[in-house]
């Protein structure tokens, strides 16, 4: 927290990186995690599913504390959820998923930043086209 403020402060952009669906994630500690990333100062944000690789330590174990579905590879891809945990549901995971995007980007001064950002129409094509894109993989 007090890195990405003194990085707002000196004028530095800062991405901040969030997963969630981790083996031991419950509700509880997935709303942590949106509430901690929509207080940070972040210039912009990613939220991935966490999923288990073939040849990880994560793949080894994701039996242990969850259900995968192995078989179609297209799923591993950090956005579909190809590992649920114990006491979650694959809707629930995409909509946190949903509303941590929201809860960052609808802010006023995120979205006026963002805003911001457009110089050009093609730059506004390619922000809407990441929106449409989250919200195609956020509603599955």
Same mark, same amino acid.
């Given at each position: 927290?007090?890195?990405?403020?003194?990085?707002?402060?000196?004028? @530095?952009?800062? !991405?901040?990186?969030?997963? @969630?669906?981790?083996?031991?994630?419950?509700?509880? %500690?997935?709303?942590? %995690?949106?509430?901690?990333?929509?207080?940070?100062? *972040?210039?912009?944000? @990613?939220? %991935?599913?966490?999923?288990?690789?073939?040849?990880?330590? !994560? #793949?080894?174990?994701?039996?242990? +504390?969850?259900?995968?579905?192995?078989?179609?590879?297209? $799923?591993?891809? #950090?956005?579909? &959820? $190809? /590992?649920?945990?114990?006491? *979650?549901?694959?809707? #629930?995971?995409? $909509?946190?998923? !949903?509303?941590? +995007?929201?809860? /960052? +980007?609808?802010? &006023?001064?995120?979205? *006026?930043?963002?805003?911001?950002?457009?110089? !050009?129409?093609?730059?506004?094509?390619?922000?809407?086209?990441?929106?449409?894109?989250?919200?195609?993989?956020?509603?599955?």
């Amino acid at each position: 927290e007090d890195v990405v403020g003194w990085c707002k402060k000196l004028k @530095i952009c800062v !991405s901040g990186f969030f997963m @969630i669906g981790h083996p031991i994630d419950t509700p509880e %500690t997935i709303q942590e %995690t949106i509430e901690f990333a929509a207080k940070l100062p *972040l210039t912009d944000l @990613i939220a %991935t599913i966490h999923t288990p690789i073939p040849g990880t330590e !994560s #793949y080894k174990k994701a039996r242990e +504390y969850g259900v995968y579905e192995e078989g179609d590879w297209t $799923s591993l891809n #950090y956005w579909t &959820p $190809s /590992f649920v945990p114990k006491g *979650l549901t694959k809707e #629930y995971i995409l $909509s946190k998923q !949903s509303e941590l +995007y929201r809860r /960052f +980007y609808l802010r &006023p001064d995120v979205l *006026l930043r963002q805003i911001g950002k457009i110089r !050009s129409l093609w730059i506004l094509m390619s922000f809407l086209r990441s929106a449409f894109l989250g919200l195609m993989f956020t509603k599955k």
